[in-house]
């Protein structure tokens, strides 16, 4: 097992697998940028190292100063969270590279998968079920017009290396897939310095399902059931639960043994999520994320398995902890992202926490890096706390979310906890009648 890790990220999942470390008896390293000099992450950890100023580009997401972190404390292995560098195939390499263990999947797979098209090859061969579209990357307009024709309208022109929404482009009709086209491609150079695009047929009413899986890397991999993330804002999850609350026991077992058995094909090692569109009882597979997810503590609170442990205990060497038999699912669970933003306008947030107070109680697990008198900084995501509630079902769990949300207390910022309260009364969602595009109405109209 590790003896030291480097934690190379911030905020709560920094503090999150801290405390993993912690648990296991394993020391930590954090590593920061000067604005989160005092953020809590640091104040915990065995040690700290400033790896550069605030912005990402020269502190979290600079490669040389977190190996050179890692170098001068002794680490021998490094966690990337999720964000930064986390899907960062050269980053993976480069740690290895350098005799360092990288918690998380192997620099190909992280490659693989964060090519969307290739990621879609690679499921298709795997035997997982993908929506209808081109089967690699579109080079011209004329392509994308004969594409879209077959598969027939509405379309989606989406980034082949991209991510949260950008270099997306719905077409309705023939005569916008040339605007489309040039649009998604400008898009994807600019935010991911790939302008390379494919197509897909445009799901009108999907949920978003994903599925959580971890394996070993030695052919050996469980899924740990699914969670539904269709509560979106312009592509952002805000609330998510687990399981999925419209799916029955056999749908439920099928799509997860079909996701474990791929993840054992592909030898993937440590935790992972396939991602789907869930639309008319079909699922349709859209990209596989290679870290640990934002909301992982849903899947966590159902299984009453630590899934940042089983990582760590991969990349240290050993094998699944579990079989498929071993995992059983118990109630439901729900997690609110609390972001520090105005819940009207969703403009940033950022400043001085004058007083926090986090819930309590049976079933309510927050995971924050908050507490008072801390400054939140400019420079990040707005992701400030992640209120997590389990109850036996999900009504139970849902009476235990306005319970949690009337007890929590953050002040001096604007926060979104307001939104979540609104959620939580609302009978569409009490009855689970949502889509990926229902959000969005609903903040708009209420």
Known sequence: MFKKVLIANRGEIALRIHRACKEMGISTVAVHSTADSYAMHVRLADESVCI??????????????????????????????????????NFARIVEEHGLAFIGPTSETIATMGDKVAAKDAMRIA?????PGSMGAVDSVADAAQIAGEIGYPVIVKA????????????????????????????????????TVYIEKYLARPR?????????????????????????????KVLEEAPCPVLDAAT??????????????????????????YENGEFFFIEMNTRVQVEHPVTEMICNFDIVAEMIRIAAGEALS???????????????????EDP????????LVAEYHAPGGLGVRVDSALYAGYRIP??????????????????????????????????????????????????SFAKADYDIHWLESFVETS
Request: aromatic content about 6%.
């Open 52 to 89: 550069g100023p605030p912005p990402a580009a020269e502190s979290y997401l600079n490669i040389p100063a977190i190996l050179s972190a890692a170098t001068l404390t002794g680490a021998d292995a490094i966690h990337p969270g999720y964000g930064f560098l986390s899907e960062n195939a």
């Open 127 to 131: 035997g997982v079920p993908v929506v």
């Open 160 to 195: 082949a290396s991209g991510g949260g929404g950008r270099g997306m482009k719905v077409v309705e009709t023939e005569a916008d897939i040339e605007t489309a086209f040039k649009l998604a491609s400008r898009e994807a150079e600019v935010n991911f310095g790939d302008a």
């Open 208 to 236: 978003h399902v994903e599925v959580q899986v971890i394996g070993d890397g030695r052919g050996n991999a469980v899924h740990l059931f699914e969670r539904d993330c269709s509560l979106q804002r312009k592509h952002q």
């Open 252 to 277: 439920r077992e099928r799509i997860g043994t079909i996701c474990a058995q791929a993840a054992a094909k592909m030898n993937y090692r440590s935790a992972g999520t396939f991602e789907f569109l």
């Open 322 to 340: 579990v079989r498929q038999q071993d995992v059983v699912m118990e109630g439901h669970a729900i997690e609110c992202r609390i972001n520090a």
């Open 344 to 351: 009207v306008t969703f403009i940033p947030s950022p400043g």
């Open 378 to 427: 400019p420079y990040y995501d707005s992701l400030v706390a992640k209120l997590i509630v389990h109850g036996r079902n999900r009504e139970e769990a849902i009476m235990r979310m306005r319970r949690a949300l009337d007890e929590m207390a953050i002040s001096g910022i604007s926060t979104t906890i307001s939104l979540h309260q609104r959620l939580a009364d609302n009978p």
